[in-house]
């Protein structure tokens, strides 16, 4: 019992730090040359912020066999969701992945990964070697299903952390682990034919990604910038609210996707580590805390929880650095965004809902 | 139902980022710093004044005014690059290509303004400003401007933007932008014209827009340079020179001070300021770009003379009254070298004042040769001058030595026939010859001629000077065998006695392939100052064009009282 308790404590104050290192983060990107020019984009943070806890108490509190129950409902009404979206959401940015509700703009594709995370754990939890076969199709079938929604808006970053949620949760289940290579062996020869579906603006991202000069002032600016605010951290960075990169606007998206090079440029290499460190901490705790639940679909449950944080740290720093593609991901409890944030701390809140019990 | 595979994959990227990290960071953090800095810190250079360049009175020959050039910003107009460039274009009337290659060429980084349109007017630049205001910005820059760029051009030379060739350039100290003047005055004064570039240290952002000052150099305006050069002069000299090929140099006889120094035909500076239509200058067959006053060596012809008389007579192979009859030829051997007339019996100051080549002859011939590249050496040929002005030329002295290591032949007589007379492999530029001849008039000395006054209000004139070592005796009589030459109705040069100065002066016909160049080289005396004269024309057939073309020039200063 004492244990139990101190994993949660644990991995709630790491959600704290990481909401103040996010806040910190935030505040110094929206200053321009000295300037608190981001005032609002702060406060609406610090409000999904606060409705962020609340969702959390409020999951946490809820028995999580509700949700094993309901996990199907929940990918239909989401499904219903993304429907919603691709007919009377609202555009911005040249994608279409807002629906407007009572004012609040929010994302539906990043409810998907709270819903994807409960329908494998529900399929997953239910394998038997006599339905090993069947489940591993239902459970595919599902998420491509979503997948493909979610790209279509267009929103590739978002709509490819599905399937690999599946394949990191998969391999982990009873499933036969050559059903999952073949899979993938049938998705790398497929590859080169994915290249002809692929918008204009994602092929210039695989460019950059592969040369980012070939375009330093257009598709490869992003990328150039980002590796030089990061680098010239140093060890010990520039110290808050005097990175030059940040400070003096070379880096779009900083607020959001480029959150890290924030943190990394006034915080260094120390910093950055830290961060990992946070990171690593709440992923181990969660990961050590499915080995000792009995229900087979909590388990599942938190492993997919610490599979998608891990996705989003690692696709979202890794972007940042260069040694992935730009593709929008944001990074989990740092990055400016409503919905994601809520979406992890109701994913937080499951965990904690499932240790509970 | 295992946590291992998600446990090592969770590890092995996270142990991915770390590394990642710790490269970017720790291994190349140095690197990246830069790079950073490079971003946001920029020198806004402020490109400095150069020195006014003034003639004696005070007249402003070569001054900068400002011109003004539209800018861009790369990062700011990458997406509408294209456009803007086919816009600007039509808008300006400058070549969409000019605009590409200034911006190509001129670019040092994404964030600091390019110059893609040079040097237009003021209202044409508010104009393209007004129509795209969000993109462009308006740089003024001092630009050199020469007032009367023909009759000074060999003298001043031009400038050039130091990027022209910066990679030369680079180890001396120079900027891209800084100005560096090329041949002439602006070469050799450069450190004193130039001054020093400024620059405003900013921090500036990603948009291009300045967000804070760190700090500011203003820039040093250049010195102003005064010359001894007459304006005036200058212009009555090119205006005579006309189409001739030639040169015009008149100087202060004690002093070497250049009053005037016009090679012709010449060019136009302003043009290579702005760096159009100077082909037609560069590629022209008759060189407008080369100072023949003292970059190009010709044969001195019969100019040679009066040194010859005066080394002959300092080491007693003759005296005033030493006689030659002129046949009208002298014959060495089966050889015969011919004189323009029969000059019959002639003393010395006779053979002068007539130009005998016979005389001449003889007396190289008693002299030898040796003794001929030794009165050659003595009067300046063969040497720099040591004029203000960079590379000039030395032209050639002859001797035995020179002649089997350069020519592969043993010396004949022949050669010291012609050498007497100031032909043969002996050439020399006309400012030498200008120097060698003004030294019999000022008592014996070789003068450094010069053109600089002051600089920077105060006082730069340095006269230097040589003493040849002679008797003040065998000078008279010499000049006035030159004296005769003008003053005299059987004087080569006795046009110019219509002048009513006081002239003394030696004629030149040079051999040459091709029509003979002509010579006049002499003194003129006017209210108790001394000048010395050399005119110089290629190819112009005869001596007598030279003295024509001297004739008209001087009267020209006489009219205007430049004199």
């Known amino acids: 019992m004492k244990i139990r308790l101190r994993t949660e404590y644990i991995v709630v104050i790491c959600v704290l730090v990481l909401n103040c290192i996010g806040l910190m983060s935030l505040y110094s990107s929206l200053h321009h040359a000295g300037m608190f020019s981001g005032r609002d984009i702060f406060y609406r943070q610090l409000m999904w912020m606060a409705m962020s806890w609340v969702a959390l108490i409020i999951v946490s509190s809820i028995n999580y066999r509700t949700f094993h129950d309901r996990s199907y409902l929940f990918y239909g009404l989401n499904i219903l969701l993304l ?6 959401g609202h555009e911005s940015m040249g994608a279409q992945r807002w629906l407007s509700l009572a004012g609040f703009t929010f994302q539906p594709s990043e409810l998907s990964k709270i819903t994807a995370i409960l329908v494998l754990a529900r399929c997953f939890a239910a394998v038997r070697p006599e339905n090993m076969r069947r489940y591993f199709f239902i459970a595919l079938g599902l998420i491509m299903f979503n997948a493909l929604l979610i790209i279509k808006q267009p929103d ?29 062996l049938l998705v790398c020869m497929t590859i080169p034919f994915a290249w002809n579906f692929l918008k204009p603006y994602q092929r210039d991202r695989l460019t950059v990604f592969v040369n980012p000069n070939v375009d330093p002032l257009g598709a490869g600016y992003t990328i150039i910038q980002s590796k030089v605010a990061i680098g010239s951290g140093g060890i010990a960075g520039k110290g808050f609210l005097s990175g030059t990169q940040n400070q003096f606007n070379f880096l779009p998206e900083r607020h959001s996707d480029f959150i890290f090079t924030v943190v990394a440029e006034e915080w260094g290499f120390l910093g950055s580590l830290f961060l990992l460190f946070i990171y690593w901490i709440i992923l181990s ?58 979406m992890t701390m109701i994913l937080i809140g499951l965990f904690l809902g499932a240790c509970r019990e | ?21 710790f490269y970017y960071q720790i291994v190349k953090g140095d690197y990246f710093s830069s790079r950073a800095r490079n971003n946001y810190m920029h020198v806004l250079p402020i490109v400095s004044l150069r020195g006014d360049i003034l003639d004696r009175t005070g007249e402003k020959i070569a001054y900068d005014r400002p011109v003004f050039n539209v800018a861009v910003i790369p990062h700011h107009i990458i997406a509408k690059r294209e456009k803007l460039f086919s816009d600007l274009s039509e808008l300006s009337g400058c070549k969409k290509t000019t605009i590409e290659r200034n911006y190509r060429t001129l670019m040092t980084n994404h964030f600091s303004p390019v110059n893609v349109i040079t040097d237009i007017d003021k209202s044409d630049a508010i104009a393209l400003m007004e129509a795209f205001p969000e993109d462009l910005i308006i740089n003024p820059t001092p630009k050199r401007f020469y007032s009367m760029p023909y009759e000074f051009s060999h003298v001043l030379g031009y400038v050039k933007e130091a990027n022209v060739f910066y990679d030369k350039l680079k180890k001396y100290g120079y900027k891209p932008l800084e ?10 004064y450069d450190s004193y014209l130039k001054g020093e570039d400024g620059g405003d240290l900013v921090e500036v952002n990603a948009q291009g827009s300045v967000v804070g000052y760190i700090g500011q150099r203003s820039a040093i305006k250049g010195k102003n340079i ?67 006053a003292l970059k190009s060596a010709y044969p001195l012809g019969s100019v040679f003379k009066p040194i010859i008389a005066v080394e002959a007579l300092m080491s007693h192979i003759i005296s005033s009254g030493t006689q030659f009859n002129c046949t009208g030829s002298f014959k060495l051997g089966r050889a015969v070298f011919k004189c323009m007339h029969v000059h019959g019996i002639q003393d010395l100051r006779q053979a002068l004042a007539h130009s005998c080549n016979v005389y001449f002859n003889n007396v190289g011939m008693l002299m030898g040769a040796d003794r001929i590249t030794s009165a050659a050496y003595r009067f300046g040929f063969g040497n720099y001058t040591g004029i203000d002005y960079p590379n000039e030329s030395k032209g050639v002295v002859p001797s035995k030595e020179w002649k089997r290591k350069n020519i592969k032949t043993a010396w004949y007589g022949g050669d010291t026939v012609n050498f007497s007379i100031g032909q043969g492999y002996f050439t020399v530029t006309p400012i030498q010859a200008l ?21 920077g209000g105060e006082n730069a004139e340095i006269t230097a000077r040589k003493y040849i070592g002679t008797d003040s005796r065998f000078l008279d009589i010499v000049k006035n065998g030159m004296w005769d030459a003008v003053n005299t109705d059987t004087g080569t040069a006795r046009l110019l006695k219509k002048l009513g100065f006081s002239i003394a002066g030696k004629t030149g016909t040079a051999q040459t392939r091709g029509k003979a160049h002509g010579w006049f080289v002499g003194n003129i005396k006017n209210n108790g100052l001394s000048y010395s004269i050399c005119v110089f024309l290629e190819n112009a057939g005869s001596s007598s064009e030279a003295v024509k073309v001297c004739y008209e020039f001087l009267d020209e200063l006489k009219r205007k009282e430049l004199l």
């Open chain 1, 156 to 184: 590739l970053g978002t709509g490819l952390t599905l399937p690999i949620l599946f394949m990191l949760m998969g391999f982990s289940s009873m499933i036969k682990k050559r059903y999952f290579i073949i899979l993938s």
């Open chain 1, 83 to 88: 429907f919603a979206v691709l007919f009377i």
């Open chain 2, 435 to 455: 120097i060698a001849v003004n030294a019999i008039f000022n008592g014996g000395y070789l003068v450094r001629p010069y053109f600089i006054s002051e600089i």
């Open chain 2, 1 to 21: 139902m295992s946590r291992r595979f998600c446990y090592i994959i969770f590890l092995f990227c996270f142990f991915l980022l770390g590394t990642t990290l």
């Open chain 1, 285 to 342: 705790k969660i990961l050590d805390k499915s080995k000792e639940l009995k229900d087979n679909y909590a388990r599942y449950l938190l492993m997919g929880i610490a599979a998608m944080i891990f996705i989003h740290v690692f696709v979202n720093i890794g972007m940042t650095l260069g040694i992935l593609p730009v593709v929008g991901i944001p990074l989990s409890f740092i990055s400016y965004g409503g919905t994601n944030l809520l």
């Open chain 2, 179 to 188: 100005r560096v003047g090329i041949s002439g005055i602006e070469e050799y």
């Open chain 2, 226 to 292: 005064k010359l001894t050069l007459d304006s005036g002069i200058q212009k009555a000299a090119y205006d005579v020179l006309g189409s001739r090929r030639g040169v015009i140099i008149l100087m202060d006889s004690s002093t070497g001070a250049l009053l005037s120094m016009v090679s012709s035909p010449a060019y136009n500076p302003n043009y290579f300021i702005k760096g159009s239509n100077t082909g037609s200058f560069l590629l022209d067959k008759n060189a407008p770009m080369l100072n023949r």
